[in-house]
């Protein structure tokens, strides 16, 4: 079956340090994928996106993501946290041509200690 | 630049009752979307409409109805009213040359006792 698994429901990161979350997903055949934030109170904000080409992509707010085909990964990254980053991450996926029917992973609530 | 408007931002409603959320999006969108948020299962989309005049159903559309009768608005009905639907609302909108970046408005909350 066609799923997003995003395994960390809660992390808890030291503003300063860096910062990992991670993204399966399963798919036939790799799909567009995405991130967003979604700040308290608000809807979601895309981070980034990947369709194709190199595997490093960049988003805003200093956010970066790495597409493993292998692995079927999609994890984010950030070298120094804010704590302004607090927020809940989404991972999502839109199987190509599908008019952009996102599915999204069920999220990893990051808490920023100062 | 007003984006993804929402309204009502809260409503809280009795079983049985119906009530409708309305979407407004100012950008000229091709593609509009009604998700569902619930602790602990992401969001997930109820309907969908890839232009004026036309509807889709999501993964969970029981229980919803939609309409999209011009191209900036996009309607979600629920015609009777159960505590299953208590969650959050969200309307998103994307420009159809931007697959995937879809624009989301701030939710709606309804509580249904």
């Known amino acids: 079956a066609q799923s997003v698994t995003q395994p960390d429901i809660h992390i808890t990161v030291s503003e300063g340090a860096s910062l990992e979350l991670r993204c399966n997903y399963s798919?036939?055949?790799?799909?567009?994928l995405f991130w967003y934030v979604q700040s308290p109170g608000q809807g979601l904000q895309l981070l980034l996106k990947?369709?194709?080409?190199?595997?490093l992509v960049q988003g805003i707010k200093g956010f970066e993501a790495e597409f493993k085909r292998s692995q079927s990964s999609f994890n984010l990254r950030k070298p120094s946290v804010h704590w302004s980053d607090a927020a809940e991450y989404f991972c999502a996926v839109e199987p190509i041509g599908t008019a952009s029917k996102l599915t999204f992973g069920t999220g990893t609530r990051l808490q920023v200690t100062l | 630049n007003a984006g993804v408007t929402q309204t009502p931002k809260f409503r809280v409603l009795k079983t049985g009752q119906s009530m409708t959320l309305l979407c407004a999006q100012d950008m000229n969108h091709e593609y509009m979307y009604w998700y569902r948020q619930d602790p602990g299962m992401g969001l997930r989309l109820i309907h969908y409409s890839v232009g004026e005049g036309t509807t889709a159903k999501g993964e969970v559309p029981d229980g919803y109805n939609v309409s999209r009768l011009k191209k900036q608005n996009f309607l979600l009905g629920l015609e009777s009213a159960a505590p299953s639907q208590t969650s959050v609302y969200f309307c998103?909108?994307?420009?159809?040359?931007?697959?995937?970046?879809?624009?989301f408005g701030e939710g709606s909350r309804l509580t249904v006792l």
């Open positions: 998103a909108s994307v420009r159809l040359k931007n697959t995937g970046e879809l624009f």
């Open positions: 990947y369709f194709s080409g190199d595997t």
């Open positions: 798919y036939g055949a790799t799909p567009y």
